[in-house]
């Protein structure tokens, strides 16, 4: 009897897995029919606002200015709602489509792509302004150049959205707060909860606002819980704000909180950014777009210190590229304690101690990791011996430091100011036709902030081997905007010495006079400078457009030799002048165009033109480019 009850037992057990096994497929089918009927929910979020911006859109004539509006108004002179919304007319629709994939000259272009670099152009701008602010010594820099961003029209998405914002992926990663606030995707710079108010009830007149579209997780509350697809999220207010995180009174179904409570009961996910502690970034921290999320339910209860809270759990939408918090602690700058702890390594240092930092080699493409080889390493120019580098030019009486724009002899040379800012050891404002620093007979010292691209390799660099594009150079440090990465160095020489040698891919042409007049389609910069008249290009070149003097660093050279070309580059070129004022012998140095999170490849663009470049037989050679950006070009020339 004993064996038979048994046997009962497991047939009793075997049909209750079948059933939990029935139960939880069931549940699954039902949770992924929900996901997508969220994200259906959220598309359609968006169509209306597309469809509201385009009415706004329509209301304009042919030279931009606002029609005069016959609609009633309000009180206050807004326009009355009305009582049915408009609907889109194909017309109407096709224009809204030419509107999203247009570029600003006109151009058809990928929408995707376009969103991508307007992304990058928005940041570029907020991050000349936040500088020039630091350069005035304002306080919160960077809330001035949020306002400056704001008076110039230049928030990338003014108004609201729901979803993922166009050109920020999952994964994207902000150094402050105030870059989300720069291009809209969080509009809050303190409060960890950005809605949609009241003001949004003519596009969503048919749900309750507010209603939520993006938080920040980064641990401004004592009760928040992360496990990275779950999370449980602490509403907003009642904490205290000088640090300690603690709750000093109970929150309230208010503002943020509300909107959270409507998101879970109308089925609208939010975006999830995680901040997290990076001693290198400016703001000393870091916040990782991780995707969108949805709010399945909410509550009251007591917190840890007693305070009433509200509590949210929101669950990652699947679908979404993987992000976990561990990948991004990593990625966010921990440095390798130990040689032991790197993968691949060929070489422990290329520079074999020249540098200041050691410049390890890593290779995880061949079986064997082996090292470059076929070069030597050097720290500074070599001059070969037909080209004759001029005298040291007089340079400014500051002591010290330079300090005082109106007084320094170098500053006059950059237009009365000063390029760099003295923030992060040296930050370089914006790009400019040519940079003047202070040289060998100024009165300032070595740690002048006019001497920002002659100090030494301040980041940890590594040369690693890629598949496609052999080898290349990335950072283990967060390399904030506008720092000098590194000096592009190799033997000085003769343009036209090198004209006849082939299979060198490493010559760099010096083109500072050709940049400043916009030659071949070189890209104009600030040209606020002053060169002076008595101090002319030594010699001539027979073609204007072929610059006269280049930087070989095809048998010697440093670790930019190793840094490859993007369409859609992370460093640019600026030409340097410090010892002389001779702009066919001006130094070049690579800075850094953009916030650049670690293990980031470096790249910059080489400038070539399409079929520009012509072989031995006089036919145009093709170079296919792999450096795999939205906008990439398919050929390096």
């Known amino acids: 009897m004993a064996g038979k009850r048994k046997r009962a037992n497991n047939l009793q057990d075997k049909k209750e897995r079948r059933w939990s096994a029935r139960v939880q497929e069931l549940r699954q089918k039902a949770?992924?029919?929900?996901?997508?009927?969220?994200?259906?929910?959220?598309?359609?979020?968006?169509?209306?606002?597309?469809?509201?911006?385009?009415?706004?859109?329509?209301?304009?004539?042919?030279?931009?200015?606002?029609?005069?509006?016959?609609?009633?108004?309000?009180?206050?002179?807004?326009?009355?709602?009305?009582?049915?919304?408009?609907?889109?007319?194909?017309?109407?629709?096709?224009k809204r489509k030419k509107l999203i994939a247009s570029s600003p000259n006109g151009k058809d272009v990928d929408e995707d792509t376009d969103a991508h670099l307007k992304v990058t152009k928005c940041l570029r701008f907020f991050n000349k302004h936040y500088l020039l602010s630091v350069q005035a010594k304002l306080t919160r820099p960077d809330l001035k150049g949020i306002t400056e961003m704001i008076q110039s029209k230049a928030i990338l998405y003014p108004r609201k959205r729901f979803g993922h914002l166009p050109g920020i992926a999952v994964g994207h990663r902000f150094f402050s707060r105030a870059e989300m606030c720069a291009v809209g995707f969080h509009n809050h710079w303190l409060n960890g909860i950005d809605y949609m108010g009241v003001e949004y009830k003519k596009e969503y007149r048919e749900y309750e606002l507010p209603l939520a579209v993006s938080i920040i997780m980064s641990g401004q509350y004592e009760d928040d819980l992360d496990n990275a697809d779950t999370v449980t999220y602490t509403g907003q207010g009642g904490n205290n704000l000088t640090g300690n995180k603690r709750q000093v009174r109970d929150q309230l179904l208010e503002r943020g909180n509300l909107a959270l409570k409507n998101c879970c009961e109308y089925h609208v996910p939010v975006r999830v950014t995680r901040g997290h502690a990076c001693t290198t970034s400016y703001s000393k921290k870091v916040y990782t777009y991780d995707g969108l999320y949805e709010v399945v339910k909410y509550w009251a209860q007591k917190g840890v210190s007693g305070f009433t809270v509200y509590k949210y759990q929101l669950k990652r939408l699947k679908g979404q590229p993987e992000l976990t918090t561990d990948q991004v602690n990593f990625v966010c700058g921990r440095i390798p304690k130990s040689t032991s702890e790197i993968e691949g390594l060929a070489c422990e240092d290329i520079s074999k101690g020249l540098e200041f930092k050691p410049i390890p080699a890593t290779n995880r493409v061949d079986d064997q990791p082996v090292a470059p080889s076929g070069f030597t390493y050097i720290k500074s120019l070599m001059i070969e011996p037909n080209v004759k580098i001029p005298k040291s030019s007089t340079g400014c009486n500051c002591q010290g430091s330079c300090t005082d724009s109106k007084k320094c002899a170098c500053a006059k040379l950059n237009g009365g100011n000063f390029p760099y800012v003295a923030l992060n050891d040296g930050r370089l404002i914006e790009p400019r036709d040519v940079v003047f620093e202070c040289g060998p007979h100024c009165g300032c010292g070595p740690e002048c902030v006019n001497r920002t691209s002659q100090k030494r390799l301040r980041f940890h660099l590594e040369v690693f081997c890629s598949a496609k594009k052999g080898w290349a150079v990335r950072s283990w440090d967060y390399i904030p905007a506008g720092s000098p990465v590194c000096e592009y160095i190799g033997v000085l020489r003769r343009t036209a010495d090198v004209d006849t040698i082939s299979d060198n891919d490493y010559i760099f042409e010096i083109d500072c006079q050709q940049t400043m007049q916009g030659l071949d389609g070189r890209q104009r910069r600030l040209r606020d400078v002053a060169v002076p008249t008595n101090d002319k290009v030594s010699q001539s070149s027979e073609d204007e457009n072929v610059p006269e003097f280049c930087i070989d660093a095809g048998s010697k050279g440093n670790v930019a030799r190793f840094i490859n070309h993007s369409c859609e580059p992370n460093l640019f070129v600026q030409c340097v002048l410090s010892s002389h004022q001779d702009l066919s012998l001006a130094r070049v140095v690579l800075f850094a165009a953009d916030n650049i999170p670690p293990l980031q490849e470096l790249t910059y663009d080489y400038g070539y033109t399409l079929d520009s470049v012509h072989g031995p037989d006089g036919n145009v050679k093709k170079l296919t480019c792999y450096c795999g950006a939205l906008n990439c070009r398919k050929r390096l020339y």
């Open 31 to 94: 949770f992924d029919e929900k996901e997508r009927l969220m994200r259906e929910r959220v598309k359609l979020l968006n169509d209306k606002k597309s469809e509201h911006e385009l009415h706004e859109k329509e209301e304009e004539t042919v030279d931009g200015s606002p029609k005069q509006s016959t609609s009633p108004k309000t009180v206050d002179g807004s326009p009355k709602q009305s009582s049915s919304p408009k609907k889109l007319t194909e017309l109407q629709k096709g």
